[in-house]
């Protein structure tokens, strides 16, 4: 049985569905994202973890107990809020063992356990210092540090990486994923980020809507998306409509427009129209002659590590995404010649617009 | 160009700044000079420009003791505003919003209403004969009626009901200042409600309740219509004395001394005060 249970988990708040019968298990020592637009009930859902909102409908199980008559200051869980939430009139030693003195563990004891956990997140040498005299990267820390402190079961993250500059995020990215596996602790991430999800997680459930529309590994949520929303929210992506036309062993042959295309057989019978997602970084430049199709580069951005090009071509404007080698590839203006392998085309469902 | 644009706002504040002269900066210099006259019975006012008037009032046990007892009850009615204030302003504060604007109204109510009005609607709970003692001896609890009426407690009761509006929006504005998720933090570490309260939203409002008390205690301590009403001449403060020796001893050098001497005291207190709790918060809050 999974650690923590979520079944047919529903929250209204007056007409507005905002978590709509979701259903989720996460293993133990398991690092799961909710992620999703704002809006999707994924902040809603860990309010009800918590225990701060009540569930309109549904379960909770921790460990197979149910949380329903279970407060929020009984149930053990460890969070990370978005603005940290720590204490501003207690040093960052208090901070972290607030928790420990609400379970009477004596100071002796106590003093031991904030010094590991500060030592965990390397911030040994600070703990006498006010929260507002530390920077934003140090009070994240001393957040994660009061939250795994008290040894919880389950750790809830709540976008915790949102208010850190770009370069201190991937830092804290990497050290994140370190203390989680080093301690074991069961972990949900709610995030907008599909970065930060894909860096941090073992399996990522893409929320829409009050909904799970997808829960799989990183890799597969990326490559294999379900449906248009995945397939766009999850990185870039250009979306191709196209006419089933028939099967050529374990390859579909599509029609949009005039353009013949290919592409991994699966759902999509002849005659059905379906989209296809093909991600800008798999289209490369090639000689017209051998090239899918032909388009004019619109715009081309230098964006340091990689170039960015829009094409105009017959499948309305493409994306396309290079590494940078060292030299400008094409410019504006410039005929080239498209061309991408066809068992990188994902067939979507599509029964997920919106 | 720019530099007549940068005088502008001080030109603009310039009407405001003659009135504030006028009003309030002339009459006070005028009791400041007129504290050093003298005053006579067959002479009337003279001036004479010596220390008399200040070292007749502190030297005069009759004057200590009414200064005394301005402080004590200023400081009394503080602390119980607080008291009252505090968790008043936290269940305000915790309140759904269309409930909120309701319960705000009757907290200002006392505000909205003459303070003579007020006082004298006290005085009819208060007396011997009052409503509160008429019911307490129906009711065969007291033999007696309880003296409230020309005593400092029931010059306190009457100042706390109209000063607690003011500690409730000092405090109220302190709590919208903190991270509502900080009570959220707690909770998850494992802390009840009791715990929340004490431990981490009456620290953080501190500084609220602080701010409250100073305009509490200088409002009460200056206090004028409810002393006079609820105390008579019995129970004399400060801004009664005065009162008392501009318009019945006539001796309005003595009043304009004894009035320069309660500014500088509730000055000095209210100057030590707000430096204490600088220095005190100055590392937490900033």
Redesign the interface.
Known sequence: MAFLELQRLSKRFGDVVAVDGLDLAVEQGEFVSLLGPSGCGKTTTLQMIAGFEDPTGGEIRIAGRDMANVRANRRGIGIVFQSYALFPHMTVEQNVGFGLEMRKVPAGERAGRVAEALELVRLGGLAARYPRALSGGQQQRVALARALVIKPDLLLLDEPLSNLDAKLREEMQIELRNIQQSTGVTTVLVTHDQTEAMALSDRIAVMHRGHIVQISTPFEAYEFPKSDFVSTFLGKTNLVEAAVEGRDGDMLCLRAGDIALKAPAGEGAEGDRVLLSIRPEKIRFADPAKAVIRGRVKTGVFLGNQWLFQIDSPLGELLVVHQNAGRAEAKAGDEVGLAWEGDQVRVLSGDDHG | MARRGAAVPYYLSLPALALFFALLIVPLGMTFLLSFYRFGFYTGIEPAFDLANYIDVLTDGYFHEIFGRTFAIALVTTAIAALIGTPEAYILYRMKARWRSLVLLAILGPLLISVVVRTLGWAILLGNRGVINDVLMRLGLIEAPIKMMYTSGGIVIALVHVFVPFMVIAVWAALHR??P??E?????????QL?IFF??VL??A?PGVLSGSLIVFSLAASAFATPAILGGRRVKVVSTTVYDEFLNTLNWPLGAAIAMLLLVAVMAIIVSYNRFVERRYA????
């Open positions: 903190q991270d998720a900080t959220r933090a707690a909770a998850s570490l494992g802390a009840s715990t431990r981490i620290p953080q501190m590392q937490v809050f900033g």
